[in-house]
């Protein structure tokens, strides 16, 4: 029996701040961009006045005037990211970081129960480095991701195998990862509100309905998922995307989430890929029709050989986000990703990014 966790820091990087800075405590606080930028995250006390990830600065401090926002330290999150890692290695050595503030840890090996070491794991965090956490568990990686959010912050929550069916039966279908405001109103239109409801609609209507996207609703809605927590592989790209909380009709706007994520993903290439070749930057578009688009160019000429910082050059990406925005025809986005293929250290072709 599979027993996978999903640890999620709460507001890991502003958690760090406020935890720095005691002053801050209670305050809406967030990190990002002080002026043209967006926000990399924010804290619940912010979130109550609709701050999100993704939003525009400007934007955030219309809802929240008294707003403390702090530009990122990635140096900062990124060593007490490794401290956070080193704790998940002493339950298990099946630890898949997904970014900075979360990660999957298969911990069926253990005698105790996945609940029970994750609560360990959650009160060695706060002991030890004075960040809180929360923790989803169940039988696959869909199910624990889902969970995590189910008890935010600092807390946990568990979806056993014999409950999946009766917990999908009354779960929202917005809380299914990749189903926005837009896909949310088309099933309301269906009368399908519940992964329930989903379930009874046959592969041949979601794919009428959604395309390709409709048969992946088809396995979500079901609570199927059989990947494995993967450990140690050779990563063929790094990427990071974000659903967005309302379509962008915007190319400025999305030029500055785009630099966000860009900024994100340069940090990981620094932190765990410094020896790799960047053999090509991508950008994703996922329009507002659920059409997706990928635009993917060499990095700066003179850095093909190494040397994230100038091979990940802004202007660069900046060129291929122009390029798939004209593909939409004025289309709005939902999602955007940035990323960054590897050259293959044995000179064979890469598969297709996964962004």
């Not at 640890?7 to 002080?34: H, N, Q, T, W």
């Not at 979130?47 to 600065?57: I, L, N, V």
């Not at 503030?101 to 002991?127: C, F, K, T």
């Not at 290439?269 to 059409?291: E, N, P, Q």
Request: hydrophobic share 40%; net charge positive; with cysteine.
């Amino acid at each position: 029996m599979r027993k996978i966790l999903h640890i999620d820091m709460d507001c890991f990087y502003a958690a760090i701040e406020v935890r720095d800075d005691p002053s801050l405590r209670g305050k809406p606080v967030a990190v990002g961009g002080l002026s043209r930028g967006v926000l990399t995250t924010a804290n619940y006390e912010a979130r109550k006045f609709g701050c999100r990830s993704a939003m525009p600065t400007f934007k955030a401090l219309q809802f929240c005037p008294d707003l403390v926002v702090r530009p990122t330290r990635f140096d900062a999150y990124k060593e007490e990211s490794k401290k956070i890692v080193r704790i998940f290695h002493q339950y298990t050595e099946l630890v898949e970081p997904l970014s900075l503030d979360e990660a999957y840890l298969d911990v069926s090996h253990h005698g105790e129960g996945g609940s029970v070491v994750a609560s360990r794991i959650r009160a060695q965090i706060e002991r030890e480095i004075g960040l809180t956490a929360s923790a989803g568990i169940a039988p696959n990686k869909l199910l624990a991701k889902i969970a995590s959010d189910w008890n935010k912050p600092d807390g946990q929550f568990e979806i056993k195998t014999g409950e999946i069916e009766e917990f999908l039966e009354h779960l929202p279908v917005t809380r299914l990862h990749g189903v926005g405001r837009k896909t949310a109103e088309k099933l309301c239109a269906l009368e399908v509100r519940t992964c329930g409801d989903l379930q009874c609609l046959s592969k041949i209507e979601l794919a009428e309905q959604f395309g390709s996207w409709g048969l992946e609703l088809y396995l979500l809605c079901r609570g199927r998922d059989e990947r494995p927590v993967k450990v140690d592989r050779i990563r063929k790209s790094v990427s990071s995307e974000t659903t967005l909380q309302e379509n962008v009709a915007d190319l400025v706007v999305l030029g500055e989430i785009m630099e966000e994520l860009r900024r994100r993903v340069l940090e990981t290439v620094l932190g765990k890929h410094a020896d790799r070749v960047i053999k090509s930057l991508v950008i994703k578009l996922k329009f507002s029709d659920f059409t997706t688009t990928t635009a993917e160019g060499a990095p700066h000429p003179m850095k093909r050989g190494g040397g994230a910082e100038l091979g990940m050059d802004v202007t660069r990406y900046r060129k291929l986000l122009a390029e798939a925005w004209g593909r939409g025809e004025g289309k709005s986005v939902r999602l955007i990703g940035v990323g960054v293929r590897f050259a293959d250290l044995e000179g064979r072709d890469q598969l297709r990014l996964n962004l």
